[in-house]
């Protein structure tokens, strides 16, 4: 039988999208295992997650490295070393170079805690996020997870889900609605991928039949 799809996480908090992604693996929905978690922030709860758990984590802390490009090749280098085939970004709070995205290209993805592409892109993080979604009167917000490209929260969406918006939502009360969302869907894009379901045809993600662990290759 086929090795699971080899998974490595870059997380910067929390971790419970990381969390999330383990269990599943764990219990069998997704044919993939997490095989290492990194963090730009050595205290980040997403690391003490991942070693609870007996996966190996690792703290690579930006603010050691002389250039963005160390500290890149750093992960990098802990990500092929475990011989990683997907990188999914949980809360990753670090814009990450064209150079590192394009080793990546076809086998990152991100998950973003709003309806793309709305209310995504450059400092649109966190409790800034819901903030802004409140204040539009939008009736519903939800999450997406997407391949990364260059583009902060621009490249193809692969999966969403929404949540309805509520009369006298906080952007706390709203948060913890998305998160609930995120939590199935992140696992659920990683079971597509882990099964070969997902195509890129030009900007947008088609989902077909299964062929195997990876992105399907152009042309079929
Ligand atoms: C999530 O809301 C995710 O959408 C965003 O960062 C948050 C991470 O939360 N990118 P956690 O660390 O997984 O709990």
Known sequence: MAEPLR????????????Q???????DGAVPARVVVAISNVPSAFALERARRCGIPAYAVD????????????????ILEAHRVGLVCLAGFLRILSPRFVGAFAGRI????PALLPAFGGKGMYGERVHRAVLASGARVSGCTVHFVTAVP????????????????DTPATLAARVAGAE????????????EGRLRL????????????????????
């Open 62 to 77: 930006h603010t050691g490295y002389p250039s963005i490009d160390r500290f890149e090749s750093a992960v990098r280098e």
């Open 153 to 168: 929260d621009g490249g193809p969406i692969v999966a969403q889900a929404t949540v309805p918006v509520e009369e006298g």
């Open 201 to 220: 045809d030009g900007d947008r993600v088609r989902v077909g039949p299964p062929t195997g662990p990876g992105l399907v290759p152009e042309g079929r």
């Open 109 to 112: 993805v991100n998950i973003h």
């Open 183 to 194: 939590h199935r869907l992140y696992p659920d894009a990683v079971r597509l991928f882990a």
């Open 20 to 26: 999330a992604i383990i269990d599943a693996c764990r």
């Open 7 to 18: 998974v490595g996480v870059l997380a910067s908090g929390s971790g419970s999208n990381l």
